[in-house]
């Protein structure tokens, strides 16, 4: 009888129906960017703001000063004594009552000259020219505070590695579309609590659960797509990286357009809802119901598939089963229970960490040089589309590892030629610069589809979750271990980057090769996969003899 990867060639692989929820859910990839890249806009420096003098609103009030008024008598003293200080973090150590004038409310301390003036540090009374342009303003993220800004994105990259083994353990017993359903669900709640959460505190609960759900629809809409299509179509499992692309250069057009932070936040959580449309649209993946012993269900969806390509299955085509291995709830151990899964994934996990690590690194190094923030963060959006482009005309005709493990070492070479490179010649600093943010781009988009093609169908979306979970770590370790090893020497995070991403290459040279190779369904056609090509040092197709239709 033939195998699933035989049944889905006559069905379609990549047929008009598999076009169709494609499309659909590289949906999520668009407001999942805007997820990941929002701190940018909704934690704007504020550009106007300074600390308000004890009894300043009562005599503001008394006296009926403008907010303008108010702040030359309180900043321009201080300013005037004390060069260095612009009154953002600092203010007099002064008391306005009653009896201050109006004309000139520091005349009572003219035995003192503004530069010999007491001061004391601001904690909680800062005025804002504009108060909710961002949540820096909205919850007094500035000074002694900023730290909690970054805070905030560590937050969320919690809820990015909480959703990765918690979302994905789900999916992998529940099902994918169910998951991916309710992580929609989730998103938007929590998105829209988020845009209206009364103190930062409550603001950071729901920002990480925020993390979890949508984690847990980029996770699940990516395995979903790379299930339902033919071995020689898992390609577009890159494409969705696209519309990831796609949504960072979106993002700032969003922010340039609604002029709050909580306008902001609502526009990039309510798409969500949309999604659940997709109910009725997105079919579960016959991969995993084969799995979990729904056989019937998943030849009514093949007959589905191949109705809305175009094709005809078999009539003789009755009855799905699995191989004899027991499906269980899935473990770490799992993972690492035989010595070539071990090797997979322990070299897949240093890869998303590197990848990310690097990845950000680099974003933030570069940062927004100048000019306009909006037209800036697009353009840094843009130089990762060629890397999508490379991977498109590469990945099919000479197969991941080498484009992979290239990408990695010509980051890590471009990290450090930057970091050697002398400060006179800064175009050719930002140049190299770039060379490293685009093939770092690239190692980080192959992971993907790499991570997916080397697990079985029982423990794909836990091996994806449990080593995308990686990514986050990175994420959240990479503007700490920057900012602390510039503070040392300003090129020294580029010679670890440099480091990480070379040894990264190296070790993806001994993943086997997939193009071409018919997604594994149990861990022994792992075990088969890896061993064809230590022994024969090429690539071999590799059949699925365990699930049959």
Known sequence: MPSFDEVLKEAGEFGRFQKRVFFL????????????????????????????????VELSERCGWTLEEERNFT???????????????????????????????????????????????????WVYKQPHSSIVSEYNLVCSNAWMLDL???????????????????????????????????????????????????FLIFRFLQGVFGKGTWMTCYVIVTEIVGSDQRIVGIVIQIFFTLGIMILPGIAYL??????????????????????????????WLLTRKKGEKALKIMH?????NG??????????????????????????????????????????FTSALTYQGLVMRLGIV??????????????????????LVTIDRIGRRLPFGISNIVAGIACLITALLPEDIPWLKMTVATLGRLSITMAFEIVYLV??????????????????????????????????????????????????????GILVFLLPETKGISLPETVEDVEQLSSNFVKCGKKQKHQDTNSYI
């Not at 191989?323 to 709830?329: A, D, H, L, R």
């Open 258 to 287: 609604v002029p709050t932070w909580q306008g902001i936040q609502l526009a990039i959580s309510l798409p969500n809802f949309l999604f659940l449309l997709y109910y009725w649209v997105v079919p579960e993946s016959p991969r």
């Open 451 to 504: 991570n997916t093609e080397l697990y079985p169908t029982t423990l794909r979306n836990f091996g994806v979750s449990l080593c995308s979970s990686l990514c986050d770590l990175g994420g959240i370790i990479a503007p700490f271990l920057l900012f602390r090893l510039a503070a040392i020497w300003l090129e020294l995070p580029l010679i670890i980057f440099s480091i990480l991403a070379v040894v990264c």
């Open 75 to 125: 900043v321009l003293p201080l300013h005037l004594g004390n060069g260095s200080s612009s009154g953002e973090c600092e203010r007099l150590d002064v008391v306005w009552d009653a009896s201050i004038s109006c004309a000139s409310p520091l005349a009572r301390y003219g035995n003192h000259s503004t530069g010999n003036l007491p001061l004391a540090a601001c904690h909680d009374n």
């Open 25 to 56: 859910l590289c949906q999520t990839g668009i407001i999942f960017s805007f997820l990941f890249a929002s701190v940018v806009f909704l934690g704007q420096a504020p550009q106007n703001y300074w600390c308000r003098i004890p009894g300043a």
């Open 370 to 391: 100048g000019g306009n923030l909006y037209l800036a963060f697009f353009i840094s959006g843009a130089v990762e589309l060629p890397a999508a482009l490379l991977i």
């Open 304 to 308: 589905n598939i191949a109705k809305h």
């Open 152 to 202: 905030s994105q560590a937050i969320l990259n919690l809820g990015f590695l909480a959703g990765a083994f918690t979302l994905g353990y789900a999916a992998d017993r529940y099902g994918r579309i169910l998951i991916y359903l309710l992580s929609c669900l989730g998103a938007g709640i929590c998105g829209i609590i988020v845009a209206f959460a009364p103190n930062f505190t409550v």
């Open 311 to 352: 094709k005809y299955l078999s009539p003789h085509y009755s009855e799905i089963t699995i191989s004899n291995e027991e499906v269980s709830n899935p473990s770490f151990l799992d993972l690492v229970r035989t010595p070539r899964m071990r090797r997979n994934t322990l070299i897949l996990m240093y890869a998303w």
